[in-house]
């Protein structure tokens, strides 16, 4: 039989680097990004969390005949808007970076039975920021919210 070795006892030996180093961002060429009509909105059941609820609605949303997330519309009660509808949109890791974002923010809307949409984002969120804000959301975060509250106003 073989002796085990003890395990060591000492000051464990710290890391040289505490966090791992962010992923390099690679830069897309425009040949990747979508145009309007090669975004599909396909209305779906969803579930309960996901616009099946009460006053809800949801999409699939497809890109180039490819699923590529999905959008939905929660009819919520939540402070400091009261009861309201909230989007939001979920893309597919391979779809991000490509524009699809933006084009669902609008068409969902567009398709919406409401006149007014909220949004609700983390602040660091900036890419789900600028999809949002060329769909046609703007800003109507309050003071004293911890996330960006951004609304879209059919016209």
């Known amino acids: 039989m073989g002796a085990k070795t003890p395990p060591k006892s000492g000051p464990r030996r710290k890391p040289t680097r ?7 961002t690679r830069f897309k060429p425009a040949s990747t ?9 396909v209305p779906t059941k969803g579930n309960a969390k996901r616009g099946g609820g009460p006053g809800g609605e949801a999409w699939r949303i497809e890109a180039d005949g490819k699923r590529a997330g999905v959008v939905f519309i929660n009819f919520i009660d939540e402070a400091p808007v009261g009861q309201h509808a909230s989007i939001q949109i979920y893309l597919n890791t391979t779809s991000q970076g490509r524009r699809i974002g933006r084009v669902a923010y609008r068409k969902a809307c567009e398709a919406s039975r409401y006149d ?12 789900s920021r600028r999809a949002a804000e060329e769909a046609g959301f703007k800003d109507d975060t309050r003071p004293s919210m911890t996330q960006l509250l951004l609304v879209w106003r059919r016209n």
């Open 18 to 24: 505490p966090t791992p180093k962010p992923k390099a």
């Open 33 to 41: 990004f979508v145009q309007a009509d090669q975004v599909v909105l």
């Open 116 to 127: 007014v949409i909220y949004a609700h984002m983390r602040k660091g969120n900036d890419a």
